[in-house]
Nanobody, 122 residues
């Protein structure tokens, strides 16, 4: 069992930056691929970024590529999402997820955090 807790969300002006974090409880954190998804009101959960267990490989959705960076610190069971040049369309609840598959599909992930709200004002 893996428990995930996100933090770091908040209010930010368009063009600003924010870093959200996800801390995992578990003994085999480095075995899991991790991902960030987001969900805006009335919309489906959307893939944002993913990272392999080692942290050596990452990928991003086209909408955030070049602006967001995912990273992990396996020694501290933590994954981060650094969000720069934020846009109002980035407003959503951001969720971290863990799974054995390095996937862009939400249903492939086994464990989810509670989410953290990111609101970008114009």
């Amino acid at each position: 069992q893996v428990q995930l807790v996100e933090s770091g969300g908040g209010l930010v002006q368009a063009g600003g930056s924010l870093r959200v974090s996800c801390i995992a409880s578990g003994r085999t954190f480095s075995h899991y691929a991790m991902a960030w998804f987001r969900q805006a009101p009335g919309k489906e959960r959307e893939f944002v970024a993913r990272i392999t267990g080692s942290g050596r490989t990452t990928s991003y959705s086209d909408s955030v590529k070049g602006r967001f960076t995912i990273a992990r610190d396996n020694a501290n069971n933590t994954v981060y999402l650094q969000m720069n040049s934020l846009k109002p369309e980035d407003t959503a609840v951001y969720y971290c997820a863990a799974g054995y598959d390095y996937s862009t599909t939400a249903r492939k992930y086994d464990y989810w955090g509670q989410g953290t709200q990111v609101t970008v004002s114009s």
